[in-house]
């Protein structure tokens, strides 16, 4: 029952009587955070969030490599960063395991089908410094599009989704500009044209 359906006291023209949510709520407590007025199927919204929660998987361990991998003078400035975005994407990789959590699914941490669940790659580790922060504003760009399309789909129907997904998409932007005016720096060129 959506809250559109439910009965409305007449002094509160769009909230549901307290007495109707006090019943509600006191109906399948074993579904948790899982209320009869959460609009999508749980199962579908946590395979989405099982998706995304590999990307950042691999987006976590592809930043740890390039930080412990690149080598030379001009990388002190990249390696910071590839370690600064590790720990951002490791705390996105715990805000979605915690969301699946909430929605009854159990994250799949398992790294058994890590690469085919996530949307970006690993990459090699044989790779220069310019290479690196190439593949990684590459990862960066794979997971706007990808935020963003899960942002579509959550929408107005699971908005505790969407707006975690929204912060998460902000500083995956954030990242994709860091990579690239690193590139710029170590390339000399810039990629975006005005």
């Known amino acids: 029952?959506?809250?559109?359906?439910?009965?409305?006291?007449?002094?509160?023209?769009?909230?549901?009587?307290?007495?109707?949510?006090?019943?509600?709520?006191?109906?399948?407590?074993?579904?948790?955070?899982?209320?009869?007025?959460?609009?999508?199927?749980?199962?579908?919204?946590?395979?989405?969030?099982?998706?995304?929660?590999?990307?950042e998987i691999v987006c976590v361990l592809r930043y740890t490599m390039h930080a412990v991998a690149?080598?030379?003078?001009?990388?002190?400035?990249?390696?910071?960063?590839?370690?600064?975005?590790?720990?951002e994407e490791r705390e996105h990789m715990g805000m979605i395991a915690e969301r699946i959590n909430q929605l009854g699914g159990t994250p799949n941490l398992d790294p058994e089908g890590l690469a085919m669940r996530s949307a970006s790659q690993y990459g090699a580790s044989e790779l220069n410094l310019v290479a690196m922060l190439k593949e990684n504003l590459i990862a960066e760009r794979i997971a706007i599009d990808h935020y963003r399309e899960l942002i579509e789909f959550f929408?107005?129907?699971?908005?505790?989704?969407?707006?975690?997904?929204?912060?998460?998409?902000?500083?995956?932007?954030?990242h994709a500009n860091d990579m690239h005016d690193l590139l710029v720096a170590h390339e000399g060129t810039p990629f975006i044209k005005n």
């Open 1 to 55: 029952m959506t809250t559109a359906n439910a009965k409305k006291a007449p002094d509160q023209p769009f909230l549901t009587d307290i007495k109707q949510l006090r019943k509600r709520a006191r109906e399948n407590v074993e579904k948790g955070a899982i209320t009869d007025t959460y609009e999508l199927d749980p199962k579908v919204a946590i395979e989405l969030l099982q998706g995304a929660l590999a990307t």
């Open 70 to 87: 690149a080598t030379g003078i001009a990388s002190e400035g990249p390696k910071a960063e590839f370690e600064q975005h590790a720990d």
């Open 155 to 174: 929408g107005k129907k699971d908005s505790t989704t969407r707006t975690m997904l929204e912060k998460i998409l902000a500083v995956e932007e954030e």
